[in-house]
């Protein structure tokens, strides 16, 4: 069996994401695809995202974060795509950066 390093997904969220329960539906996301990492809210009022793991599921937690709650409205996401570190041992929501 071939064992696959883990990636690292770093992503910028616009739109209405603040307030709508965005934060808690990423987090639920990462968790059910077993990733970790966190995500927290900016003081420009997007979202940050920073999550670890396989690159199947960072990719669909990519795509829930382009679809986003219900209540919410996603307009841009910027991301990018890094080694993972696995310094990370859960998926957390961080404090207002």
Same mark, same amino acid.
């Given at each position: 069996? /071939? !064992?696959?390093?883990?990636?690292?997904?770093?992503?910028?969220?616009?739109?209405?994401?603040?307030? #709508?329960?965005?934060?808690?539906?990423? $987090?639920?996301?990462?968790? $059910?695809?077993?990733? @970790?990492?966190? #995500?927290?809210?900016?003081?420009?009022?997007?979202? %940050? #995202?920073?999550? %670890?793991? *396989?690159?199947?599921?960072? %990719?669909?937690?990519? $795509? *829930? /974060?382009?679809?986003?709650?219900?209540? &919410? @409205?996603?307009?841009?996401? $910027? =991301? !990018?795509?890094?080694?993972?570190? &696995? %310094? =990370?041992?859960?998926?957390? /929501?961080?404090? @207002?950066?």
């Amino acid at each position: 069996m /071939i !064992e696959r390093k883990p990636a690292r997904l770093h992503a910028l969220v616009t739109g209405r994401v603040q307030g #709508v329960g965005f934060r808690y539906f990423v $987090q639920a996301n990462a968790s $059910q695809l077993n990733l @970790t990492g966190w #995500v927290r809210n900016r003081w420009n009022g997007g979202v %940050e #995202v920073l999550a %670890e793991g *396989a690159q199947p599921e960072l %990719e669909k937690l990519l $795509q *829930a /974060i382009g679809r986003g709650p219900r209540a &919410g @409205t996603t307009r841009d996401v $910027q =991301f !990018e795509w890094h080694p993972g570190s &696995g %310094e =990370f041992s859960g998926f957390n /929501i961080r404090r @207002t950066a």
